[in-house]
């Protein structure tokens, strides 16, 4: 090992652990803020369509379509996305453990669900 190859090695794991510590107190932090957002909107109107599903013994994977109207604060607020779930099935039901959200490709919400 080269001299201060190791001390550099641990000066970005110490950084990379105290970034990660940030984050996770601001997640936190905002946490609440944000939990009180969402119980402050109210859906208008909510399409799903399914566009791929895989399900093994414990494990379902999902990707929908998913396009909704909300209103929050007095406005509405339009949004359309391709939501993929992973689920698990665990204690006797399935429960969703991740999501992934990405805007849905150019086009697919002017077509309808």
Same mark, same amino acid.
């Given at each position: ?7 550099? &090695? ?11 510590? &940030?984050? @996770? ?8 803020? +944000? ?8 859906? @208008? ?22 396009? +909704? ?17 992973? +689920? ?5 039901r399935w ?19």
């Amino acid at each position: 090992m080269q001299p201060g190859h190791g001390s550099a &090695a641990g000066a970005r794991s110490s950084r990379l652990r105290a970034d990660r510590l &940030a984050l @996770d107190r601001r997640v936190h932090d905002g946490a609440e803020d +944000w939990l009180e957002a969402i119980q402050r909107r109210d859906v @208008d109107a909510i399409e799903i369509e399914i566009r791929d599903a895989t399900v093994l013994d414990q494990v379902m994977v999902g990707t929908v379509l998913a396009k +909704w109207r909300v209103k929050y604060l007095g406005r509405i607020i339009e949004d359309c996305v391709l939501l993929t779930d992973v +689920w698990v099935f665990d204690e006797g039901r399935w429960q969703a453990v991740r999501r992934h959200s990405t805007p849905a490709p150019a086009g697919e919400c002017a077509k309808g669900s």
